[in-house]
Every structure is written in C-alpha cells, then in structure tokens.
C-alpha cells in the first residue's frame, strides 16, 4: 500500500539571532493508511517541531515530506493553509473550542468554510457527536462539558471534514488520566474504523495504546517499532 505520509530526511535548523539550533536532523519514516501511530520523546526531543511539520504549520529545512501525494515541504503560506483544511484533523492539547458555544456549533463550524452543504452539517454533527459518546451533550456549552469530553468535542470537529490523518497533540496533557483512558479508547475505536491517527506525546502509558511507537531524542529517531505489545497482552 501506498504509504500516506513519506518523511524523507527532514532536517529543521531554528535560526535565533547567533545561535542556530537543529531540532530535527535527518528524520525518514512512512506511515501507511490505517496505522495508529505514537510519536513519543522527552522535553525538547523535537515533538513540536516534527508536529508542525506532519501537520503543514511549518515546511522542513531540507528533505521532503509528502502528504497523501503533495509534497508539503514546496509549498506556499495559501497551499499550506488549503492541504490543513482538507487533509489534517487537528487535536490539541487545550481542545482550542469556543467557550460559549454549544458542542454541536463547535463541531458545525469547520463546515462554515467548506463546501459541505448547509442542510449536511448539522446532521454530519450530529453524527459525529454521536460517535464520541455525547449523543446526549449537544447542546451543551464547552464551559459545561469536562476536559474528557471538551476533548471529545475536538475530535468530532477534527473528523468531520473526513481528513486524511488525524493529528493529536498531546491530546490528553489537560485531562484527568480516567479520561485520558477514554479518549485512548475512541482513538482505538477509531483507528478499527480505518482512521489514520498520528499522537504526539511524551506520556508512555499513552503512547502503549498506539500500535506502533515512533521515539525521537534530540532530533533523531532512536526507535520505531511495535515492542510495546508484549505488556499489553494480559
Ligand atoms: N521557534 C524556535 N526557535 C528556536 N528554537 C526552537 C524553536 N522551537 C523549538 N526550538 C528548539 O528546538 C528543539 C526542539 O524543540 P521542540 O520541537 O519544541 O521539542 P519538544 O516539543 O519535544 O519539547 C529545542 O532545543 C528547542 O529549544
Ligand atoms: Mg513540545
């Protein structure tokens, strides 16, 4: 199978006035449709900097990454914004939704700015709240909703454009670990469905519940492989 993401030595220098720091250097990995992969590192390893990457925020130093067949790392500020919106779901850390808006508006609005037909949104909300588990919490404001579910809302609205990948950031560093363990489990659920996620974290217990695990320290990816398994399996 044609691999989705292609990750071709990528290298990113920050430059800050004298001093140049190389954040990532020489990074080549594919991920095929379908994988549910953990990228994982302490502080400072280059988590951030490889997201922004993966997720068309920034464009490498040098090397290639090719998205779904774009290769992301020739283009412009405008096509960068375009291949977000059509080919990333974003997850992140602080759920980034609207305070005083309901779930169903939250997960509506990236359809306010697509093609997705008027009288398809709501029900395509509607479905996708659904399939978080909060069915029963639509109308609710994000201030009357938990960090779990806050975050849940932010998946249905990462799904709803059908994206080609799912990138998570973090995705469970603001919530309560009993919660963390259902969002692990919709990403799981997910996944089953033929969803391709990509996890940044630095948390191994979050990390175990992907399928394979991608280690990056200082800008180099140190191990990828699915070892962690054997401690799953009771
Ligand atoms: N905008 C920036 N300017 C200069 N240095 C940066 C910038 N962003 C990150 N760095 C440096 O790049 C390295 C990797 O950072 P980062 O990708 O944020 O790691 P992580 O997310 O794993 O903590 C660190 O040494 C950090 O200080
Ligand atoms: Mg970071």
């Known amino acids: 199978?044609?691999?989705?993401?292609?990750?071709?030595?990528?290298?990113?220098?920050?430059?800050t006035g004298e001093v140049e720091t190389a954040a990532l250097t020489d990074i080549s990995f594919e991920i095929k449709k379908?994988?549910?992969?953990?990228?994982?590192?302490p502080s400072g390893s280059g988590k951030s900097t490889l997201m922004h990457i993966l997720g068309a925020l920034d464009v490498p130093t040098s090397g290639n990454y090719i998205?779904?067949?774009?290769?992301?790392?020739?283009?412009?500020?405008d096509q960068l914004a375009e291949i977000r919106n059509k080919k990333i779901g974003f997850v992140f850390?602080?759920?980034?939704?609207?305070p005083r808006t309901s779930?169903?508006?939250?997960?509506?609005?990236?359809?306010?700015?697509?093609?997705?037909?008027?009288e398809k949104r709501l029900p395509l909300a509607e479905k996708y709240l659904k399939m978080v588990g909060l069915g029963d919490r639509m109308d609710h404001t994000s201030s009357q909703l938990s960090g779990g579910q806050q975050q849940r809302v932010a998946i249905a609205r990462a799904l709803v454009l059908n994206p080609s990948i799912i990138l998570a950031d973090e995705p469970t560093g603001n919530i309560a670990s009993s919660q963390a363990e259902e969002i692990m489990a919709i990403f799981q659920k997910l996944n089953k469905e033929g969803h391709t996620i990509i996890m940044i974290t630095h948390e191994p217990d979050i990390a175990e519940?992907?399928?394979?695990?991608i280690h990056i320290k200082d800008g180099v990816i140190v191990k990828d492989g699915v070892e962690h398994k054997q401690r799953k399996a009771k």
Not at 34 to 41: D, R, S, T, W
Not at 68 to 75: I, P, T
Not at 93 to 98: G, S, T, V, Y
Not at 209 to 213: E, L
């Open 1 to 15: 199978m044609t691999p989705i993401i292609t990750v071709s030595n990528v290298s990113k220098t920050y430059n």
């Open 34 to 41: 379908g994988e549910f992969v953990a990228i994982m590192g």
């Open 67 to 77: 998205l779904d067949g774009e290769n992301v790392a020739k283009l412009n500020d």
């Open 93 to 98: 850390q602080a759920f980034n939704l609207l």
């Open 103 to 118: 779930a169903l508006k939250n997960v509506m609005l990236p359809m306010m700015y697509d093609a997705t037909p008027k």
């Open 209 to 213: 519940h992907a399928k394979r695990i």
